[in-house]
């Protein structure tokens, strides 16, 4: 049984390090270049096991290359229970552009990634159990709405983060229970300025009977429940790189609803983890453990 089962994409992030982005057209010169494990489903995997939750696993699709191996040795190596499907294409990669803002862009190449099924997915939630689920948009739509129904089905808590946005079917709202997303994608998902239109996306949400948790940066975030909305402060923090905050903050809302806590205990908790991941570079090599960010100022 695992508690928190996230199923979702691992991939290779090669990070580029820059003064400031490039125009279109435009040639500058970087920093410095890095590789790190990285993927929307690894990052929330192994920010959840550094927070000490006992039994995380992960579902999804690595290459049979080298990179596949890393990551899932790399996983491995943070306690997190691989339920991975190896297939004959390559391994999910990354292109990240990180300014000296800590601001990024991102490029994601899906590659086996897109090999994750359905049929992979309900599989794996019925054996594992889980507590709670978490699924993204880096694995093909028919396998995220797997995911969600067969959370369902066993009872599990079904955390939704659609990132990279894509269309939202409604069967796939009606499964899930908690809505992660930012500014950019609440707008994406309702057609609605989260500036403008509060109230109205507040009505959105309580329609389809989903808690929202919309994460605001820096500021921390918003939980929506009931119509209402509730803001969390984040810790203030001297941001160096921000690849990756918003999955250490699900993971960790992830970890904190296992073992109970309301949404809004949850949010304010994961955004003292998202703070965290945010002075340091890279998505997982800044995540830390419960005790790292129990010690964030």
């Given at each position: 049984m695992s508690e928190v089962l996230v199923v979702g994409s691992l991939n290779v992030d090669v990070i580029v390090r820059t003064p400031r982005?490039?125009?279109?057209?435009?040639?500058?010169?970087?920093?410095?270049?890095?590789?790190?494990?990285?993927?929307?489903?690894?990052?929330?995997?192994?920010?959840?096991?550094?927070?000490?939750?006992?039994?995380v696993g992960l579902v999804g699709c690595v290459g049979d290359d080298p990179d596949g191996e890393w990551l899932?040795?790399?996983?491995?190596?943070?306690?997190?229970?691989?339920?991975?499907?190896?297939?004959?294409?390559?391994?999910?990669?990354?292109?990240?552009?990180?300014?000296?803002?800590?601001?990024?862009?991102?490029?994601?190449?899906?590659?086996?990634?897109?090999a994750v099924t359905s049929t992979q997915i309900h599989e794996q939630i019925t054996l594992a159990r889980p507590e709670v689920v978490t699924t993204m948009l880096e694995i093909p739509m028919d396998a995220v709405m797997a995911a969600a129904r067969a959370g369902q089905q066993m009872g599990a808590r079904v955390i939704l983060n659609p990132s990279p946005f894509?269309?939202?079917?409604?069967?796939?709202?009606?499964?899930?229970?908690?809505?992660?997303?930012?500014?950019?994608?609440?707008?994406?998902?309702?057609?609605?300025?989260w500036r403008e239109d509060r109230a109205r996306i507040t009505g959105w949400l309580a329609e389809r009977q989903l808690l929202g948790v919309v994460t605001l940066g820096a500021v921390g975030a918003a939980v929506i429940r009931d119509r209402q909305i509730t803001e969390i402060a984040s810790p203030k923090v001297q941001a160096v790189d921000t690849v990756g905050c918003g999955d250490a903050l699900t993971g960790a809302l992830a970890v904190r609803l296992a073992r109970g806590d309301d949404v809004e205990q949850a949010t304010a908790f994961?955004?003292?983890?998202?703070?965290?991941?945010?002075?340091?570079?890279?998505?997982?090599?800044?995540?830390?453990?419960?005790?790292?960010?129990?010690?964030?100022?």
């Open positions: 982005f490039p125009a279109p057209g435009e040639t500058i010169l970087g920093d410095e270049i890095t590789r790190c494990p990285g993927g929307k489903g690894m990052n929330q995997a192994v920010a959840a096991s550094r927070l000490g939750m006992t039994s899932t040795a790399l996983a491995d190596r943070d306690q997190v229970e691989c339920r991975l499907s190896t297939v004959a294409a390559p391994t999910g990669t990354a292109l990240i552009t990180v300014d000296h803002t800590g601001e990024n862009t991102i490029i994601v190449v899906g590659g086996a990634n897109n894509q269309s939202l079917p409604d069967e796939l709202l009606v499964d899930t229970d908690v809505l992660v997303l930012n500014e950019v994608e609440i707008e994406q998902a309702t057609g609605l300025s994961a955004c003292r983890v998202a703070a965290h991941a945010a002075t340091g570079y890279g998505a997982q090599p800044s995540y830390g453990t419960a005790e790292q960010v129990g010690a964030l100022g």
